[in-house]
């Protein structure tokens, strides 16, 4: 009997040899040099590097694309120590939020769920706020996009108290609503609270919504470098408290940089047996902000990464393409040898499916047959020429494909 679909001649990585890869329904039927049965539908890769698909692992995508709804002003990136002075993004946004939509919000969503799909995203981490200003209805956008895209990615919703509130019953009622709802992860953003008290209590509720729900958390902590915010060991603390070993992300981790080198020692050991991991924004934590990419990694914490935000206040750029957010991560944490630049792009795919806790993501028999064939023979030339997505297959089918061509005239 013929499989769906075989592509043939694939460039693995880590393998010598080319193989070929049978896909029966939405699974990898099997992996080997040589396949004889035929598919009904066959890709020559002809030596082209074929991997798992890329990973988001946070993306702020109710705010996708606001850029331009009321002026645009993005974070700036200049300024490594934090928002200049009349220059709150937080507060920019919190202007639009009366005027939510549901069709309208789902419409953003949905515009940027295609872009990342077509770049070979499959998996994405969807915070939406959760707030008393627009309550659910971010929310609700997120469930009506997942289930238009949901047969071909893995879509994640983390309910998000953007606006802090973790200490209003209000909020607290809003996320419990939002879980019952379909959210998949409680988020919070406990270093914006004033003082270590708040932060701690902020960490606290979310804990307990999670472990009420059964929910995975994900919080954002210490965004800037300053070495008095330390909500990054406060939460890996609670994860251990609470028995979530491998349940916690955390966002940014900026401050960890800037702490004695003892301190910071002792806090890569702790978010280690804690099993958290730490998800990096490459195209915001540069100038100061990136986190100590490198000790995190070399203590066997998984660093993986997230798109954060595109096209809106925080950030004016933005294609929803995980390769670029690669790249910029080679740039920002020094990962310019061979090995580093493997080390790159596992974080944004086989690191964000430890993070996601995808159990089915992989290149092998078995496996969810996710697949991404690229227009490169390796993941050096991947990042460095940014290469086209010649085939994103999900689930078994051939779901975007891009061609491009370039001539020289003359």
Known sequence: MPYDLVIRRAQLRGRATLADIAIAG???AAVAGRIEAPGRQEIDAAGRLVTEPFVDCHFHIDKAFTGTLVGRFAYPLRDPD????GADPVAQHRALKPGYTVDGVAARIERALALALGHGTLAVRMFVDVDPIQRLVALRAALRARDRYGDRMTLQICAFPQEGGMRDA???ALMEEALALGADVVGGIPWIEPDADAAQEHIARCFALAVRADRDVHLLCDDLPDPRSRTLEMAAAAAIRHGYHGRLACSHAGALRSYAEDHARAV????RTAGAHIVVIPTLNLLGTLTRVEALLAAGVTVCCGQDDLDNFF???GRADMLEAAAFLVHAARLTTPQGLETA???VTRHGARALRLADYGLHAGARADLVVFEARTVHEALQMQAPRAYVIARGRVVATTVCQTTIVG
């Open 26 to 28: 939405p699974r990898i």
């Open 345 to 347: 792009f596992d974080c």
């Open 82 to 85: 934090g928002i200049a002075p």
């Open 268 to 271: 890569i050991d702790l978010v």
């Open 170 to 172: 209000a909020t607290v």
């Open 315 to 317: 950030y004016p750029l």
